[in-house]
């Protein structure tokens, strides 16, 4: 029963901190003193339930071909490779899942690229979340954003490697057919100035 009791009191207070409950909409405690244990469990399902964003998400779901372009420095000419995506929402709309494989050129060599990573939406701090891993490193990229005035979805984060730390800005931006991801990167090798280093296209 001390169990049960500390179990519910503090599943009360993370609903109370997160904003979930409010006098109105959990009634009076029952006789116990402890809150109206279904009006708490349909506040949970709502909070849980996948929202606006989630469908925005939803829009880059399905089996795509893909363009690469990548510039080595800025003005230059990019090298260009083509590949293929699978994209699937997953845990019932709530998170995008992304595979990918590109027959890569990268500094004037072909390699064999693929990835793999994970987008959703967290409903309480209002942002895009995502983690990235690929077979040109051992890290994940962890970024985190928000929709930018023009409706893409524009995260950030910083990546490590031989050649030192870079903050790597991916912006997803829809248009007819399909969306473009584009790459900006800064780092202190370009004097913290951000340059677009590449693009990949997704098209049916």
Same mark, same amino acid.
């Given at each position: 029963? %001390?169990?049960?009791?500390?179990? %519910?009191?503090?599943?009360?207070?993370?609903?109370?901190?997160?904003?979930?409950?409010?006098?109105?909409?959990?009634?009076? *405690?029952?006789?116990?003193?402890?809150?109206?244990?279904?009006?708490?469990?349909?506040?949970?399902?709502?909070?849980?339930?996948?929202?606006?964003? #989630?469908?925005?998400?939803?829009?880059?779901?399905?089996?795509?071909?893909?363009?690469?372009?990548?510039?080595?420095? *800025?003005?230059?000419?990019?090298?260009?490779?083509?590949?293929?995506? #699978?994209?699937?929402?997953?845990?019932?709309?709530?998170?995008?899942?992304?595979?990918?494989?590109?027959?890569?050129?990268?500094?004037?060599?072909?390699?064999?690229?693929?990835?793999?990573?994970?987008?959703?939406?967290?409903?309480?701090?209002?942002?895009?979340?995502?983690?990235?891993?690929?077979?040109?490193?051992?890290?994940?990229? %962890?970024?985190?954003?928000?929709?930018?005035?023009?409706?893409? %979805?524009?995260?950030?984060?910083?990546?490590?490697?031989?050649?030192?730390?870079?903050?790597?800005?991916?912006?997803?931006?829809?248009?007819?057919?399909?969306?473009?991801?584009?790459?900006?990167?800064?780092?202190?090798?370009?004097?913290?100035?951000?340059?677009?280093?590449?693009?990949?296209?997704?098209?049916?």
């Amino acid at each position: 029963m %001390i169990k049960r009791t500390i179990t %519910i009191v503090a599943a009360s207070a993370a609903l109370l901190a997160g904003g979930w409950m409010s006098s109105e909409s959990t009634g009076q *405690p029952d006789e116990m003193g402890m809150p109206d244990m279904s009006a708490m469990m349909e506040m949970m399902k709502k909070a849980a339930a996948p929202g606006d964003m #989630h469908a925005l998400l939803a829009k880059m779901a399905g089996d795509w071909k893909i363009t690469s372009k990548f510039w080595m420095q *800025p003005g230059g000419d990019p090298e260009v490779s083509e590949g293929v995506a #699978h994209n699937k929402m997953m845990l019932g709309g709530r998170q995008l899942l992304t595979e990918v494989d590109i027959d890569m050129k990268f500094m004037g060599q072909q390699m064999k690229f693929s990835g793999l990573g994970v987008m959703g939406y967290d409903k309480f701090s209002k942002q895009f979340q995502s983690v990235w891993c690929d077979t040109m490193g051992t890290a994940q990229m %962890i970024q985190t954003g928000t929709l930018n005035d023009d409706g893409n %979805i524009d995260i950030k984060g910083t990546s490590k490697n031989m050649m030192g730390e870079s903050t790597v800005r991916n912006v997803y931006k829809f248009v007819d057919g399909g969306f473009d991801l584009e790459f900006w990167e800064s780092s202190p090798m370009t004097g913290g100035q951000e340059f677009k280093t590449g693009v990949v296209e997704f098209r049916k």
